[in-house]
């Protein structure tokens, strides 16, 4: 005699199951979708607020593992799929879910290509990613992006983004093109930036991510005068002892009330290219010391690497080139993306309630 | 970083004359939108270099009243006040610090 499965039973099962970034169960999170139950069969979607990074992959089988355990179940099939989630907004740019930026405290220490190969990561395992060039004084998205040649168009909704490796992206470098380079005074700067962000057609984007220029400036300032920021990665590299540099970088971002998603280093340690051995040449860790004394999370760090130069310059994100050596991105991805998810199943929206005036009240004035 | 003191979960505007900011600590602040203009940080309010108080305080009128209120980004607040002034951004930390409150003034 077989034991009679309901929806209501598998679900109590699966109640077990926790997401182990929220230590809330699967099912009241609402990950859990299109349950089906045929005859001894169970099948539904697991849709995660992340991209399907290998680590996610603990929650389908916790799934699967309790219910192998329930009398009548013989069959249990389960798909995943990135549902990535966002409080609602009112300044937000049209179609965009979550708007990420890459800062550093001085130039070169590698944001540019850090900021592309995370975009192509995020986009490889499930994604819609977007990105804005913030640097319109130095672009290198065209060229990292392999894309220097592209030309930008609008229709009658904005300007087209350019595609590339599946990714869309916005490069004022791109009406440069040509020319000699474009010099950007204050105002102008701010409306370049203004425009890269709401005067394109976007579509759907999940994550957009934008490359800001070195430093502390006019570009940060409107940026988050702009659009609502879901949070800033500050790229930084073992060199800059102390973090004397970053911090001003992270202190701006706090002013402005921008969350810190975390800090990378980048560039940590040498990784030789004929033997795969590293060398630490400034001192691993320094980077995650100085972000537990700031309390942001830290995310990994990135050796250095002559592959990685090498792709950023034919304009190859590196997970497509070399998912081998890409896996420090993908682990440093998967640790921001669940960062994102956490805060914003955190976060409250900021919303102005309209109240009708109170009458007998008295104020200090 | 935005702490517990900083972080608003609650804003409500009550009509023309008030807004009400409740915190993560707890903490409920009740301004008058007379109290807010004459606050202002605004390049026009305050001396940029020394931070000195341009804006005199007694010439706002008693009837001023709060048209709209807005956010700005996710840090900061921004209203349109009834005598057209509207270019102050009131930054979330600055206005805990000046919550008008017998506690806060102590
Ligand atoms: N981990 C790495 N290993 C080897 N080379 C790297 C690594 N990261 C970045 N680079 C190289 O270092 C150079 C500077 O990188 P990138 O342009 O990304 O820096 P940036 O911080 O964006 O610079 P800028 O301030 O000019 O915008 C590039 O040639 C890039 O290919
Ligand atoms: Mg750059
Ligand atoms: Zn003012
Ligand atoms: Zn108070």
Redesign the pocket.
């Known amino acids: 005699m077989a034991d009679k499965i309901d929806e209501k039973s598998i679900l109590s099962v699966l109640g077990q199951v926790n997401d182990p970034s929220l230590k809330k169960d699967i099912v009241s999170l609402g990950y859990v979708q299109n349950l089906k139950i045929d005859g001894s069969r169970v099948t539904f979607t697991l849709a995660l607020p992340t991209p399907l990074f290998p680590s996610k992959e603990k929650m389908r089988e916790d799934s699967e593992r309790v219910l192998s355990v329930v009398p009548g179940v013989t069959e249990v099939e389960i798909s995943m799929k990135t549902e990535i989630r966002m409080e609602q907004n009112a300044r937000g740019v049209s179609g965009v879910k979550h708007i990420i930026a890459v800062g550093?405290g001085?130039?070169?220490?590698?944001?540019?290509?850090?900021a592309v190969n995370l975009a192509a990561v995020f986009s490889e395992y499930g994604a819609k990613v977007g990105m804005v060039d913030g640097?319109i004084y130095?672009p290198?998205l065209p060229i990292m992006m392999g894309a220097k040649n592209a030309e930008l168009s609008q229709n009658e909704r904005g300007i087209i983004p350019i595609e590339a490796h599946g990714m869309k992206f916005m490069s004022m470098g791109l009406l440069s093109k040509g020319s000699a380079p474009l010099i950007w005074r204050g105002p102008m700067a701010h409306k370049a930036v203004q425009e890269s962000l709401l005067r394109v057609d976007w579509g759907e984007i999940d994550y957009l991510i934008v490359?800001m220029?070195?430093g502390t400036g006019d570009v940060h300032l409107t940026l988050v005068q702009t659009v609502p920021v879901t949070g800033a990665v500050i790229?930084t590299t073992p060199q800059d002892v102390g973090m004397t540099i970053s911090l001003k970088t992270f202190r701006m971002f706090e002013q402005t009330k921008v969350p810190v998603l975390g800090m990378i280093e980048?560039?940590s340690a040498y990784l030789c290219p004929h033997c795969g051995k590293q060398d630490d040449i400034f001192g691993a860790g320094t980077v995650a010391t100085e972000a537990q004394r700031l309390r942001v999370p830290y995310l990994g760090s990135?050796?250095?690497?002559?592959k990685?130069?090498e792709y950023?310059?034919q304009g190859v994100p590196l997970i497509l080139a070399d998912p081998m050596t890409a896996a420090v991105y993908v682990d440093i991805a998967d640790k921001l993306a669940t960062e994102i998810y956490v805060r914003n199943y955190n976060k409250r929206t900021l919303i102005i309630e309209e109240e009708p005036e109170e009458t007998a009240e008295s104020f200090a004035v | 970083m935005i702490t517990a003191e900083t972080n608003p979960i609650a804003i409500k505007k009550k009509g023309n004359r008030s807004l009400e900011i409740s915190w993560e600590d707890g903490h409920v602040s009740l301004y008058s939108f007379r109290y807010l203009r004459q606050n202002c940080s605004c390049a026009g309010c305050v001396e940029e270099w020394t931070g000195k108080k341009v804006l005199d305080k007694d010439v706002i009128p008693l009837d001023l009243l709060g048209l709209k209120a807005a956010t700005t980004g996710n840090y900061a607040l921004s209203f349109s006040f009834s005598d057209h002034h509207d270019t102050g951004i009131y930054h979330f930390d600055h206005l805990r610090e000046i919550c008008p409150c017998v506690i806060c003034k102590e």
């Open positions: 550093s001085k130039g070169g220490v590698g944001k540019s290509t850090v640097d130095g290198s490359d220029p070195p790229v980048n560039m990135i050796p250095l690497n002559r990685i130069r950023a310059d």
